[in-house]
Nanobody, 119 residues
């Protein structure tokens, strides 16, 4: 059973930084893509970033390119989302997600962590 546990959310002023962590367990993740989605109040969930566990290829939605960085630590089975130059519109619940490289849908989700950016 895949388990994803997020941490690191909180309240930060605009222009500040936060680092989210996602501890993954229950599998060997070498054939997985790990990522982050977010959902703001009244809006649909949206893709933020992803990383291939093997190889480290990264993908970002346009609105966070140049500000967010996704990375992973193989030894700790942990995925990170470094968020810099935060904006009020980044306020959302952030979810860690995972899927096998052979599928398109992210079928494993964490419980979410709140990120609030004040102006």
């Amino acid at each position: 059973q895949v388990q994803l546990v997020e941490s690191g959310g909180g309240l930060v002023q605009a222009g500040g930084s936060l680092r989210l962590s996602c501890a993954a367990s229950g599998r060997t993740f070498s054939n997985y893509v790990m990522g982050w989605f977010r959902q703001a109040p009244g809006k649909e969930r949206e893709f933020v970033a992803a990383i291939r566990w093997s190889g480290g290829n990264t993908y970002y939605t346009d609105s966070v390119k140049g500000r967010f960085t996704i990375s992973r630590d193989n030894a700790k089975n942990t995925v990170y989302l470094q968020m810099d130059s935060l904006k009020p519109e980044d306020t959302a619940v952030y979810y860690c997600v995972a899927r096998e490289t052979t599928t398109y849908d992210y079928n494993y989700w964490g419980q979410g962590t709140q990120v609030t950016v004040s102006s």
